[in-house]
């Protein structure tokens, strides 16, 4: 693991990882990665941050060294992956994720599966993780737009104000902590929550 400290003003790197089998084989086509792309296009206002892409199958080995892969040679500062979460046999994507990890961050699995129910019972059946690898946060998210969409931007009522919060509230402060970017985002979408102390003036 790349041991060198990484600097808070240095760019903004974001890793994508869609895993599916069929889509990585090319039966269908992907839709994790463009569905995040798109979502954090609208999000993320701070400037000159970039992708890192991969569409990989559900194969345990290939999901640790593409997450290894991502943060320790791209120096990605936040890896986000969508697919394999659900408790079928071919479904991995926890287990790689929780081999690469230093920490572990529970309340982001725990959010989003709040998020989830409010919707479909079988939320409950997703297996979700967040940890720590080094100075970068990797946070795994479902497979489908649309519940990639609530569990990072949260519920809003009629008006527009939060009902519950996404998960992507807590990300740049976290991303803060363990010395990486300071991530802006569009207050419109998510608003970002950090203490007033770690609030840089514009």
Known sequence: MNSTPMSADAPLVIGLVSISDRASSGVYQDEGIPSLLAWLRGAITSPAWREETRLIADEQPLIESTLRELVDERACQLVLTTGGT?????????????????KVMPGFGEQM???SLRFVPTAILSRQVAVIRGQCLIINLPGQPKAIRE????LKDAEGKPVVHGIFAAVPYCVDLIGGPYIETDEAVVKTFRPKSAIRSK
């Not at 079928?88 to 081999?99: F, G, K, Q, S």
């Not at 569990?151 to 949260?154: F, I, Q, R, S, V």
């Open 86 to 102: 659900g408790p079928a046999l071919r479904d991995v994507t926890p287990e790689a994720t929780l081999a690469v990890a230093d």
């Open 151 to 154: 569990t990072l931007e949260g």
């Open 113 to 115: 599966r709040q998020i």
